[in-house]
């Protein structure tokens, strides 16, 4: 299979992940949801109790607490707010690629599926970023909290590409970090194969961090970290050049690893500064095994998503 099958990701409604909250951020939209918000008012969850002040509902008033004290007294609730999640998806030519049981493109299609569906089931608004070979280089789909609009989401990620583009992890993030409600989830679906050394700097993803919670999905292949000795083989460039590479050449495949690990460290030293959380998965995981298991792992932790 060449490109994700709608069906496929269609298929995956039905592999609901586990309903564990992964957001650390109080949401401060104003349409109800099923995400805390900061704010107290008429919701279905008990806060806590204050005096009553003139013009209050008096059918909040707590009459134990006010016979207790001598005092009227005024039941708070917190609100439900609804969040939004944001699908950033890496749709370079890069992602077309893989040599072990498909493609890391098709592994990030139905990450995202995956990822949507559990937003849709939390009737949390969804919006999506495509970035690289798809029309103008960059596509971005406004939040909505309907099947219709995953779908539409899912359809786009099947699509084969029509135009060539090569456009920066850091450019995407410029746009997201522009539409991006404060207290979202970006889920960022990646290889982070083009980290700069000005990443951080120019991505803005510092003041996105601030502003929501971040998660990077990192997909790779076998043969992203290592060149089995296979002979010359081509291969095709970002400028769509093709490039030969004699695998039988021993340093030429120690170039190749050290390239692998140089932006293993790169990736690895942003999330550690900026903490954001990392979901690595390969070209062999079962997807909704790892994907789970990797969530898991986030909620464990105290300095990341709960």
């Known amino acids: 299979m060449l490109y994700p099958d709608l069906h496929d990701l269609l298929s995956y409604e039905k592999r609901k992940l586990d309903k564990m909250r992964l957001a650390r951020r109080k949401v401060k939209t104003a349409t109800p949801g099923h995400h805390h918000s900061p704010f107290r008012g008429q919701g279905l969850d008990f806060d806590a109790v204050r005096e009553y002040v003139p013009g209050d509902d008096i059918r909040n008033i707590d009459w134990k607490v006010t016979a207790r004290t001598g005092s009227a007294h005024l039941k708070l609730f917190r609100e439900e707010k609804e969040r939004h999640t944001i699908i950033c ?23 995202a599926a995956l990822l949507g569906w559990r937003a849709l089931a939390h009737q949390d608004r969804i919006s999506a970023c495509f970035f690289g070979d798809v029309p103008g280089g960059l596509h971005y789909v406004a939040s909505k909290r309907t099947r219709q609009a995953l779908c539409q989401i899912l359809k786009t990620l099947t699509e084969p590409p029509t135009e060539q583009h090569c456009i920066s992890l850091t450019t995407a993030l410029q746009h ?101 959380p990392l979901i690595s998965l390969s070209t062999e995981s079962d997807l909704p095994c790892d994907l789970l298991v990797g969530l898991k792992k986030i909620g464990t932790k105290k300095t990341c998503l709960h």
Not at 193 to 213: T, Y
């Open 176 to 276: 997201v970090g522009r539409v991006a409600h404060p207290g979202s989830l970006v889920y960022v679906i990646s290889d982070f194969m083009d980290l700069s050394p000005d990443f951080s700097k120019e991505s803005g993803i510092g003041n996105l961090c601030k502003r929501c919670d971040v998660v990077f999905i990192s997909i790779h292949d076998p043969a992203d970290q290592a060149l089995a000795a296979a002979g010359v083989i081509g291969f095709y460039g970002q400028s769509s050049e093709k490039i030969y590479v004699d695998t039988d050449h021993t340093k030429g495949r120690e170039a190749y690893a050290g390239q692998w690990e140089a932006n293993r460290k790169r990736l690895n030293a942003l999330m550690k500064r900026f903490n954001i």
């Open 89 to 111: 998806v890496d749709m370079n030519a890069s992602m077309r690629f893989g040599t072990r049981n498909t493609f890391k493109s098709i592994q990030a299609a139905r990450c």
